[in-house]
């Protein structure tokens, strides 16, 4: 990582020092959430599957009918050119692409060209506690009628109100039910239950984002032998269940101890949970699964 903590931006097919990374009030991605992004890490010079976030970002775009104007290669090496210029290896990636400039007004048609900007600095994972407190949401999740939450957009309004629940509430996430009832996902992050080792995760069509982690976890777990199920989960399921964890990008994989003031299994990290966090940590620096920086 470069030393003086100014971090080179992209923007534009440009890099700027953090302090000048700037983009216009009039870019639709502030003024209506028009846009989508990703956020990805790299670990040990390898950025964890690159090819899969891209693939997402492109599936987003095309849902929001935004045409980012790059191939998938070109993004991909501008995500790598922005690592090499911060000289990193481990890093948090975001990739946003909004809109673009345009005049007041919803109308899409009226930006001509996307904004596209990378961003690659040190994070750590966002909870700081072995395992964390969670409860479950009077906020449901957007429902897919309404705005998939598959698309990894800019909008997530929904799931920042959730999280200020939780905060008001003293704890740390949110367990976000469907319109359904059925448990969805925490504000960012996908969610596991263990019940008799079984391992049961909400279907995407429940209306969650597909999370890689999420996607990584279930290989992880099916590799180490657990029957893995996607079905609905009750709010009645999440507080009897064995084990509960949660999956991101920025979180990694977080254990849930107690929700709603019940305590989960005995209140710390459970065995299976345990075991995928161990496994995980050996898959994420694997360059089998993702894209050497310094290639
Ligand atoms: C709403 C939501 N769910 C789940 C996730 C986890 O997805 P991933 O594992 O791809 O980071 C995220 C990540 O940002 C998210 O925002």
């Known amino acids: ?11 534009n097919g440009k890099f700027y020092p953090k302090s000048e990374a700037k983009i216009s009030v009039y870019d639709h991605g502030l003024l209506y959430g028009d846009g989508v992004y990703e956020a990805i890490r790299a670990y040990k010079g ?14 987003s775009a095309k849902s929001i009918k935004l045409d980012i104007g790059l191939s998938k290669k070109e993004m991909e090496e501008i995500v790598i050119e922005t690592l090499r210029k911060n000289d990193s290896k481990d890093a948090y990636i975001r990739i946003i692409v909004t809109r673009g400039v345009g005049p007041m007004g919803v109308d899409p048609r009226n930006c001509k060209k996307p904004t596209i900007i990378v961003i690659a600095e040190p994070r750590e994972p966002i909870f700081k506690k072995e395992g964390i407190e969670a409860m479950v949401s009077s906020i449901r999740r957007t429902p897919i009628w309404a705005l998939d939450p598959r698309i990894k957009s800019l909008n997530y309004l929904n799931n920042v109100l959730a999280k200020i629940e939780a905060l008001s509430y003293g704890v740390e996430e949110a367990i976000m039910p469907n319109e359904h009832g059925y ?13 008799n080792n079984k391992i049961i995760t909400p279907p995407v069509n429940a209306g969650i984002l597909k999370g890689i982690t999420r996607d990584t976890v279930i290989d992880i777990a099916k590799e180490l032998g657990y029957e893995v199920v996607e079905r609905n989960i009750t709010v009645h399921e999440l507080f009897n269940a064995d084990e509960v964890f949660v999956t991101g990008t920025a979180a990694e994989i977080v254990p849930i101890i107690k929700i709603n003031g019940r305590i989960i299994g005995n209140g710390s990290p459970g065995p299976v949970t345990r075991k995928i966090m161990e496994k995980y940590r050996e898959v994420c620096i694997d360059p089998k699964y993702g894209t050497p920086i310094y290639g």
């Open 183 to 195: 448990v969805a996902e925490a504000s960012t992050e996908n969610i596991f239950i263990v019940k």
């Open 46 to 59: 390898v950025v964890f599957k690159l090819k899969e976030h891209i693939d997402r970002l492109f599936e």
């Open 1 to 11: 990582m470069v030393k003086n903590a100014e971090y080179l931006i992209y923007i």
